[in-house]
């Protein structure tokens, strides 16, 4: 089975600051990994994912994430935050040796970065 | 390509209607995903369809919930009869492929049964 758990339910950080928010999961295989953003109002939307290679992952609006086999991490990164950063991050999943599923989001870390 | 669209943006119903939640996905897009979204439970995978066709519903909470897509631009989920606890948000989803590409959100629905 595959899971993904985002340990925080909130993360907050000032402007200009590094800011991180955990992923952790659990697989059969190999792991595709997501990250999603949310904006109050909106759908989903794309930030970036690991497929395979490089375990660092550069994606939208300056966030890069790195993929960790030993620890089951998929940390979302950014080295400098922004008051318009803050959203609901989601975290999502999908087990390469499991055929039919789709993807299992995280239940999403809420990001709030204040001046 | 204007996105995901969805429509209504929002539903305000009573007890016991029938509520009908329409989706267009991403012209090219074989893959259609239905989600619900609520404080306690996060986002739920309801339903999904590859070409058309339903592939796993085991995420549909029971019988009152039904979704159609009867061509590659088009996609319905249907409740009958509704009920409070399905007051949520509902999102429509496309994407390109199933295990390599991110899918593509819509707006979403926001759902309030009185």
């Known amino acids: 089975a595959q899971s993904v758990a985002q340990p925080e339910d909130q993360v907050n950080v000032a402007e200009g600051n590094p800011l991180t928010v955990k992923c952790t999961y659990s697989v059969s295989g190999n792991p595709y990994l997501f990250w999603y953003v949310q904006y109050p109002n909106r759908g989903l939307q794309f930030l970036l994912k690991y497929i395979t290679g490089d375990n660092l992952v550069k994606g939208s609006y300056g966030f890069e994430a790195e993929f960790n086999k030993s620890q089951t991490s998929f940390h979302l990164k950014k080295p400098s935050a922004l008051v318009s950063d803050s959203a609901l991050y989601f975290c999502?999943?999908?087990?390469?040796?499991?055929?039919?599923?789709?993807?299992?989001f995280g239940k999403g870390t809420s990001l709030l970065v204040t001046p | 390509d204007a996105g995901v669209i969805q429509s209504p943006r929002h539903e305000v119903t009573e007890m016991g209607q029938e509520v009908t939640l329409r989706c267009k996905p991403i012209s090219g897009h074989d893959y259609l995903f239905w989600y619900r979204q609520t404080m306690m439970r996060g986002l739920e995978l309801l339903i999904y369809?590859?070409?058309?066709?339903?592939?796993?519903d085991s995420g549909m909470p029971e019988d009152r919930f039904s979704a159609k897509m009867p061509n590659a631009s088009f996609s319905t989920l249907k409740i009958q009869p509704s009920e409070p606890r399905d007051s949520a948000v509902y999102f429509c989803?496309?994407?390109?492929?199933?295990?390599?590409?991110?899918?593509?959100f819509g707006p979403g629905t926001r759902l309030t049964v009185l």
């Open positions: 989803a496309s994407s390109l492929a199933l295990l390599r590409n991110e899918q593509f």
């Open positions: 369809f590859n070409n058309n066709v339903p592939i796993d």
């Open positions: 999502a999943v999908r087990d390469t040796v499991v055929a039919g599923y789709a993807l299992n």
